[in-house]
């Protein structure tokens, strides 16, 4: 048997550095061996081929999970510019077997989950041999040392072995010192490295210590010299836990190559050190030519005069600090002061989108996935939808045919937890008919697609499946009310009669008039969608209805006797029911017209729901927020005049009523960004009712009620504020003269004014587009 002191070719690298990986590309240049052992999972032996094919494009990485528990995975992410790429490269451009060495995945991902993590090479240990080597050079800076040493030399112009043997040397002086401290990276290492060591002895019997390279971290490369006997090696690895696994290439991105973003042996810098690596001569030049780029997309003046000079700075930076090549620091430094004229807000778009960048690598169709992964790739591609790295928005219009199926799989795959999208609010139209969402594919989101897995093997089949079983699972009436409306926004025809199954079951049992109101909206906002998407919600409307009516019955005594935070919930669940009554009778307004029995129903539903508000307004034993918000809703839907609204609140604000209640009221009526301190500007009754209440309050109330009215007010927009205080400051006598005295009813004229009201359609249209625009009076 060979050992392995017969001293096979060792390069101990750095993951992701591009200075190692233009060492490692010379080094087996000159030594040409014939096979290369990487430090990687050997599951991934059968992926190797695909490094070559010409839809794969790095970043990516190999991606392991145990098959029967998808979330259980690790990376192991690549670069152009990481030294085992260029070794896989390289092999397979020579024809000459490459083969990973590292412990298999079978282990790793059976390792507990305090113990599992992303290959962390060099970078993952407890103690970083890179600040120690820094440190005894006399550097207090690990990475501009690096650079120094590493990443601005040349790779060994004579013997482009040399830079590895001295690496070696110093990781096994390193070695002895911190080797043995105990803890889990010691633990972890021990069989990785025999693991290791297994593999290679295998490569050496087959080609011969002069036919075998290894590319691995420095780290690992004493212990790989290391003379132990294949009995050890075996016996640290025997009686380990597995799982069975599945490995694959994933697409992976710059950012999630950086250290901020949580990888263990990531850089600072990736998009700096593609440059650099990618760069053929020139590379501060080339670098601030790209920054000068970026800024004037940005529409910011920069000029080949301002390149020149950050040019010659980042030289005499350089220069000054006794470095051989401006870095980072230098390039970054004459970016601030020459491009960005002292301003760092320029100069974090520079490091978000070129330091770190956004490159999102591509792996060949042919690639093993699971199912579903393929079934979204198609359907990716036909919808024309491409995952990318840097978040975008995209606006869809349900009208047309490829937004909708657009929109139906970026809710699915919110079914499915795999939130590749997330909604925004549409800019310009409120209309049903369209959505925004904001982009951004994350490598994380294959682990996701790999879990969702177990629930089918196409997006449709597996979201489903899974509403299905979210529907039975569901802890609440809310809760199933909302599913239903994802169903339906997801297009999930065959998922809806288990979800209104469940719905009806909880919606009998449910006696909490809380939880009805909570579910109504979610309900209801379901069958308006189903009409912008063509879907039948019939069983909706009639759960939905059926649920108002129970609403209906409870509400009123759910209202009294409630301390202030159970008064302000439930004063926003009358809120939510007003709404959700409005959006039933506008859905059947056309059949309501007609005199239909759905738009007869609807149309009672809302006769019932304002008498209800009129039994909230009229009750003392109603919270006071309540009945305050049933009479404003009541004013706003022409159901009490103004006079009766006036004579109202002057109930509400008589001396006999605690202060405490009275603020209450206030707030239900002009607060809850209800559009109050409008009402107050153009209504000088109600106005002049606050107004001496709130004057006639004791000292020692108003202490009490003073943040009640604090936060009520507090919600008014400036100008609302400031026309408030002006009117309060004139006094009684001089308000009709500024608000609504022409009319001679103070705040209100006898009857709208049609007129005047059309002039202001032109600009409406604009503002909100023709499609938007809703013919007043239809």
């Not at 094919?53 to 145990?66: S, T």
Request: hydrophobic share 45%; with cysteine.
């Amino acid at each position: 048997m060979r050992d392995v002191a017969e001293r096979p070719l060792l390069l101990g690298v750095r993951h992701h550095g591009p200075g190692s990986a233009r060492g490692v590309r010379a080094a087996l240049e000159a030594a040409r061996p014939r096979t290369v052992l990487i430090e990687g999972p050997p599951e991934a032996d059968a992926l190797i081929a695909l490094a070559a094919h010409e839809d794969m494009r790095p970043p990516v990485a190999l991606l392991g999970h145990a098959v029967d528990e998808p979330g259980r995975s690790a990376f192991w992410p690549m670069a152009e510019f990481s030294p085992e790429w260029v070794a896989l490269r390289w092999a397979l451009e020579h024809g000459v077997p490459a083969r990973f060495i590292d412990l298999p995945a079978a282990h790793s991902l059976a390792w507990d989950k305090e113990e599992e993590g992303e290959d962390g090479g060099v970078e993952g240990l407890r103690v970083d041999p890179l600040a120690a080597l820094a440190g005894t050079a006399g550097h207090d800076d690990p990475e501009r040392w690096w650079e120094d040493v590493v990443e601005h030399r040349s790779a060994g112009e004579r013997d482009p072995f040399a830079p590895f043997a001295a690496l070696e040397e110093a990781m096994t002086a390193l070695r002895e010192a911190y080797d043995g401290t105990g803890g889990v990276d010691d633990d972890r290492d021990a069989l990785r490295e025999a693991s290791m060591r297994l593999r290679l002895r295998a490569a050496l019997r087959e080609h011969g210590a002069g036919g075998v390279a290894v590319v691995c971290g420095a780290w690992h490369v004493p212990a790989l010299r290391r003379r132990t006997t294949v009995a050890a090696d075996r016996a640290l690895l025997k009686g380990l836990p597995r799982v069975k696994a599945d490995l694959t290439w994933v697409p992976w991105t710059h950012r999630r190559l950086a250290r901020v973003g949580g990888y263990g042996a990531g850089v600072d810098s990736p998009g700096w050190y593609a440059h650099l690596f990618a760069a053929p001569d020139r590379p501060v030049e080339r670098w601030l030519t790209k920054v000068a780029g970026l800024l004037r997309e940005e529409d910011r003046i920069v000029s080949p005069a301002h390149v020149i000079e950050a040019v010659r700075l980042a030289e005499a930076l350089a220069a000054l600090r006794g470095r051989p090549l401006p870095g980072l620091g230098e390039t970054t430094d004459a970016v601030r002061a020459v491009l960005c004229e002292g301003s760092d807000v320029p100069l974090a778009l520079v490091h978000d989108r070129l330091v770190v960048g956004d490159a999102l690598g591509e792996v060949p169709a042919g690639a093993p996935a699971v199912p579903l992964q393929r079934d979204l790739d198609r359907t990716q591609r036909r919808l024309r939808l491409k995952p990318e790295a840097r978040e975008r928005e995209a606006e869809l219009d349900l009208r047309k045919d490829n937004d909708a199926e657009r929109s139906r799989l970026l809710h699915r795959l919110r079914l499915l937890h795999v939130p590749w999208g997330r909604p925004a609010a549409s800019r310009g139209s409120t209309g049903t008919f369209r959505e925004t969402w904001r982009l951004r594919w994350e490598p994380e989101l294959s682990v996701r697609v790999a879990e969702a897995g177990v629930w089918g093997t196409t997006v449709l089949a597996a979201a489903t499946a899974k509403a299905q079983a979210d529907a039975v699972a569901a802890r609440d009436l809310a809760e199933v009310t909302a599913l239903a409306e994802r169903c339906l926004l997801a297009g999930l025809p065959d998922a809806l009669p288990t979800v209104m199954r469940v719905l009806a079951d909880r919606a009998a049992l449910d006696a909490d008039v809380g939880h009805l109101a909570q579910a109504l909206p979610a309900l209801v906002r379901a069958q308006r969608y189903g009409d912008v998407r063509g879907t039948d919600t019939g069983a909706l409307a009639g759960v939905a209805a059926g649920l108002a009516e129970r609403v209906f019955v409870g509400l009123p005594p759910a209202c009294a006797a409630l301390d202030a935070e159970a008064a302000e919930e439930m004063r926003r669940h009358v809120d939510a029911v007003h709404g959700a009554v409005g959006l039933l009778a506008e859905t059947a307004g056309p059949g309501e017209r007609s005199g239909d029995a759905a738009g007869t129903r609807q149309g009672g539903l809302r006769r019932r729901w304002l008498r209800v508000l009129r039994t909230l307004a009229a009750r003392d034993a109603v919270a006071g927020v309540v009945r305050g918000r049933a009479v404003r809703l009541l004013l706003d839907e022409g159901e009490v005049a103004g006079e009766e609204a006036a004579r109202l609140m002057g109930l509400a604000l008589s001396p006999r009523t605690p202060p405490a209640d009275a603020a209450a009221w206030i707030e239900g009526f002009v607060g809850g960004g209800a559009g109050g301190g409008l009402l107050l500007v153009h209504d000088e009754r109600l106005l002049a009712l606050v107004d001496a209440w709130l004057t006639g309050v004791s000292v020692e109330a108003f202490t009490d009620v003073l943040p009640l009215l604090r936060r009520t007010f507090a919600a008014y927009e400036t100008g609302v504020r400031r026309t408030l205080g002006e009117l309060v400051r004139r006094g009684p006598e001089q308000r009709a003269d500024v608000v609504g005295a022409a009319s001679g009813t103070p705040g209100f004229a006898a009857e709208a004014d049609g007129e005047r009201a059309d002039a202001v359609l032109p600009v409406v249209r604009l503002l909100l587009g023709d499609d938007d625009l809703v013919e007043v009076g239809a």
